[in-house]
T-cell receptor
């Protein structure tokens, strides 16, 4: 079955360490997205990519980095510069503007 | 710019009650409109969509009609079940914008 996979589901890291969240899709979607969700809040866009080897900053890109070397993969690195990294991170992909997004099941990052 | 406003929650209903969750939007042109559902600890799932004015999206007993004259896309269900308890997000995409704009989400709790 086609889908989008995020791993790991839970991640614990010490303050000051960089951490990379994985996002892989086998839907042949061109566009991929990273969102952050804090408890009881909506989604905030971190980065998005509409094509391989190209990506754009979203609303809250500071302290995060991404790469898009393959169509299937869009990893997110949470750097030590991110002031409050503990959150639920969601990856999504889309074929086109009228198709809607397919979301992964999320990674819950806790920094201690 | 684009924006989506959802009715504030939480919404609590008894089983078999009628559900309406209001969603209004601000956008230029002719956006596509979406409703997503998020169950606890999971990613979002696309529930339904409408891509042009007067279109009605429907899925699993839920419906929403794209009303350009009132810039609205209200979610309705005739008889809710306990299993419908979740957070519901309204969203829009403008053609070629490359990214969605999400509302803040509305939490629905259905009691037996």
């Amino acid at each position: 079955d086609g889908g989008i996979t995020q791993s790991p589901k839970y991640l614990f890291r010490k303050e000051g360490q960089n951490v990379t969240l994985s996002c892989e899709q086998n839907l042949n979607h061109d566009a991929m997205y990273w969102y952050r969700q804090d408890p009881g809040q909506g989604l905030r866009l971190i980065y998005y990519s509409q094509i391989v080897n190209d990506f754009q900053k979203g609303d809250i890109a500071e302290g995060y980095s991404v790469s898009r070397e393959k169509k299937e993969s869009f990893p997110l690195t949470v750097t030590s510069a991110q002031k409050n990294p503990t959150a639920f991170y969601l990856c999504a992909s889309s074929m086109g503007d009228r198709d809607g997004y397919t979301f992964g099941s999320g990674t819950r990052l806790t920094v201690v | 710019g684009n924006s989506v406003t959802q009715m504030e929650g939480p919404v609590t209903l008894s089983e078999e009650a009628f559900l309406t969750i209001n969603c209004t939007y601000t956008a230029t042109g002719y956006p596509s409109l979406f409703w997503y559902v998020q169950y606890p600890g999971e990613g979002l799932q696309l529930l339904l969509k409408a891509t042009k004015a007067d279109d009605k999206g429907s899925n699993k007993g839920f419906e929403a009609t794209y009303r350009k004259e009132t810039t609205s896309f209200h979610l309705e269900k005739g008889s809710v079940q306990v299993s419908d308890s979740a957070v519901y997000f309204c969203a829009l995409v403008n053609t070629n914008a490359g990214k969605s704009t999400f509302g803040d989400g509305t939490t629905l709790t259905v009691k037996p």
